[in-house]
C-alpha cells in the first residue's frame, strides 16, 4: 500500500508512504515499491522498506509439528514458548486440540523465566493413518492470545502394497448381451517385520473381482484382480472401485488399493 | 550572415541546455529504510522524502508495490 503527493514544483519536498502490515510479511523481509515520474531522465525509481517481523508469542522450533513413527513406538516432540511483548509475565492457561483420540500433549513452565513448554506425544497405539489437525495454545498474550499449531501424525505401516492404485486404461465394452474385455492385474502384499494373515478381501464394485493367493504364509501374498468391461449403453464408461484387504494385523487393520478403469 | 551564423551556433548549444533546465528532476535522498524489528499484527508506515531539483512540475505517476 502506498500514499503519495501527486505533483512535487520545482524546489519543493515531497512524501511517498508505504505501509507495511505485520500479519502480511513473515520473518526477514524488504518489500519494494516502482516510483514513476515524468522525470525524463529517471522515469523509474525503487524504494525499499525492509525489517524483521516478530510474533507476540514466539515457538520454536516452529509453528509446525510432525510426530511419525511406527505403531508403538513412542514419538514426542517439544515447543518451547516465550513472548516478545514487553511487561508481561508470560504464561500458558490451557491447550487444546482436535486431536485428541491420536495425541497426548501437556504443558508447564521452562527451563528459563519466560519460557513455557508443551509437549506432544503420539499415540502409540495408532494404526497406519496420516492425519492432520491443530493444537491451540491459549496465553496470557494481550496482542495474540491464542497460537495455531499445525500438527501432522503419521503412523507407518509395515506392509507394503504394490501397487496402491490399479489402473487397467482402456478396455473395450461388451456387446448387448456379453461382457466385453477382460483384465487381470495383480497386487502384492509383503511386510517388512512379522507375520500376518488376511482374513478378508472386498469391493465395491460389481466389475471387479478379487481372488486371494497366498505365495509365502504369513509372509507375502497375491491378489488377483479381474476387471470385467459392461456391456455397452452409452459411448464411454468410467469404472472405479476400491478394493479392501482386512488383515489380522491391529497396528494395519486393512489397506486399501484404488482400482480404476474406462471403457470405450 | 556572420552574426546568424553565431546566433544560430549558440541556438544549437544553448536550446539543449534550457530545456534540460526546464525538466523535472527527481531526487530521493534515502531509497531504503529499515523498520527494524515488527510486530506480527500491527501495521507499520514510513514516508520517504522526495525532492525536486528540477525547473518543471514533478508529477509522480504511480507508485506501484512490488
Same mark, same amino acid.
Given at each position: 500500500?502506498?500514499?503519495?503527493?501527486?505533483?512535487?514544483?520545482?524546489?519543493?519536498?515531497?512524501?511517498?508512504?508505504?505501509?507495511?502490515?505485520?500479519?502480511?510479511?513473515?520473518?526477514?523481509?524488504?518489500?519494494?515499491?516502482?516510483?514513476?515520474?515524468?522525470?525524463?531522465?529517471?522515469?523509474?525509481?525503487?524504494?525499499?522498506?525492509?525489517?524483521?517481523?516478530?510474533?507476540?508469542?514466539?515457538?520454536?522450533?516452529?509453528?509446525?509439528?510432525?510426530?511419525?513413527?511406527?505403531?508403538?513406538?513412542?514419538?514426542?516432540?517439544?515447543?518451547?514458548?516465550?513472548?516478545?511483548?514487553?511487561?508481561?509475565?508470560?504464561?500458558?492457561?490451557?491447550?487444546?486440540?482436535?486431536?485428541?483420540?491420536?495425541?497426548?500433549?501437556?504443558?508447564?513452565?521452562?527451563?528459563?523465566?519466560?519460557?513455557?513448554?508443551?509437549?506432544?506425544?503420539?499415540?502409540?497405539?495408532?494404526?497406519?493413518?496420516?492425519?492432520?489437525?491443530?493444537?491451540?495454545?491459549?496465553?496470557?498474550?494481550?496482542?495474540?492470545?491464542?497460537?495455531?499449531?499445525?500438527?501432522?501424525?503419521?503412523?507407518?505401516?509395515?506392509?507394503?502394497?504394490?501397487?496402491?492404485?490399479?489402473?487397467?486404461?482402456?478396455?473395450?465394452?461388451?456387446?448387448?448381451?456379453?461382457?466385453?474385455?477382460?483384465?487381470?492385474?495383480?497386487?502384492?502384499?509383503?511386510?517388512?517385520?512379522?507375520?500376518?494373515?488376511?482374513?478378508?478381501?472386498?469391493?465395491?464394485?460389481?466389475?471387479?473381482?478379487?481372488?486371494?493367493?497366498?505365495?509365502?504364509?504369513?509372509?507375502?501374498?497375491?491378489?488377483?484382480?479381474?476387471?470385467?468391461?459392461?456391456?455397452?449403453?452409452?459411448?464411454?464408461?468410467?469404472?472405479?472401485?476400491?478394493?479392501?484387504?482386512?488383515?489380522?494385523?491391529?497396528?494395519?487393520?486393512?489397506?486399501?488399493?484404488?482400482?480404476?478403469?474406462?471403457?470405450? | 550572415?556572420?552574426?546568424?551564423?553565431?546566433?544560430?551556433?549558440?541556438?544549437?548549444?544553448?536550446?539543449?541546455? !534550457?530545456?534540460?533546465?526546464?525538466?523535472?528532476?527527481? %531526487?530521493?535522498?534515502?531509497? +531504503?529504510? #529499515? *523498520?527494524?524489528?515488527?510486530?506480527? !499484527?500491527?501495521?507499520?508506515?514510513?514516508?520517504?522524502? %522526495?525532492?525536486?531539483?528540477? +525547473?518543471? #512540475? *514533478?508529477?509522480?505517476?504511480?507508485?506501484?508495490?512490488?
Amino acid at each position: 500500500m502506498a500514499e503519495f503527493d501527486k505533483v512535487i514544483p520545482p524546489g519543493q519536498e515531497g512524501r511517498i508512504t508505504l505501509v507495511i502490515e505485520g500479519n502480511k510479511v513473515h520473518g526477514s523481509f524488504s518489500k519494494s515499491a516502482t516510483v514513476r515520474s515524468n522525470d525524463p531522465d529517471r522515469p523509474v525509481t525503487t524504494i525499499t522498506l525492509a525489517g524483521n517481523e516478530i510474533p507476540f508469542v514466539n515457538v520454536t522450533p516452529g509453528e509446525r509439528v510432525y510426530l511419525q513413527g511406527s505403531y508403538d513406538e513412542a514419538v514426542s516432540k517439544t515447543l518451547t514458548l516465550s513472548s516478545n511483548e514487553k511487561d508481561l509475565a508470560f504464561e500458558i492457561q490451557s491447550v487444546e486440540s482436535n486431536l485428541d483420540d491420536k495425541i497426548t500433549y501437556a504443558y508447564g513452565r521452562g527451563e528459563h523465566s519466560g519460557e513455557w513448554v508443551v509437549t506432544l506425544n503420539k499415540n502409540p497405539k495408532l494404526p497406519t493413518l496420516s492425519t492432520y489437525g491443530t493444537l491451540t495454545i491459549h496465553t496470557n498474550s494481550k496482542q495474540a492470545p491464542d497460537k495455531t499449531i499445525q500438527v501432522q501424525v503419521v503412523t507407518k505401516g509395515t506392509i507394503t502394497v504394490q501397487p496402491s492404485m490399479i489402473n487397467f486404461g482402456r478396455v473395450r465394452f461388451g456387446a448387448e448381451g456379453q461382457d466385453g474385455d477382460v483384465l487381470n492385474k495383480t497386487v502384492t502384499l509383503i511386510r517388512s517385520r512379522g507375520e500376518f494373515a488376511i482374513r478378508d478381501i472386498t469391493l465395491n464394485n460389481d466389475h471387479f473381482e478379487a481372488k486371494l493367493l497366498e505365495e509365502v504364509p504369513g509372509k507375502r501374498y497375491k491378489i488377483d484382480v479381474k476387471f470385467t468391461a459392461p456391456t455397452r449403453t452409452r459411448a464411454a464408461q468410467a469404472e472405479s472401485g476400491e478394493l479392501i484387504i482386512y488383515t489380522d494385523d491391529p497396528s494395519e487393520p486393512h489397506v486399501r488399493v484404488q482400482l480404476v478403469a474406462r471403457a470405450l | 550572415m556572420r552574426t546568424a551564423l553565431v546566433l544560430l551556433l549558440l541556438t544549437v548549444l544553448v536550446w539543449p541546455t !534550457l530545456a534540460q533546465d526546464l525538466q523535472p528532476k527527481i %531526487v530521493i535522498p534515502q531509497i +531504503r529504510h #529499515d *523498520l527494524g524489528d515488527i510486530f506480527e !499484527l500491527e501495521k507499520y508506515e514510513y514516508a520517504f522524502v %522526495v525532492r525536486n531539483t528540477g +525547473r518543471a #512540475d *514533478l508529477l509522480i505517476e504511480e507508485v506501484k508495490p512490488g
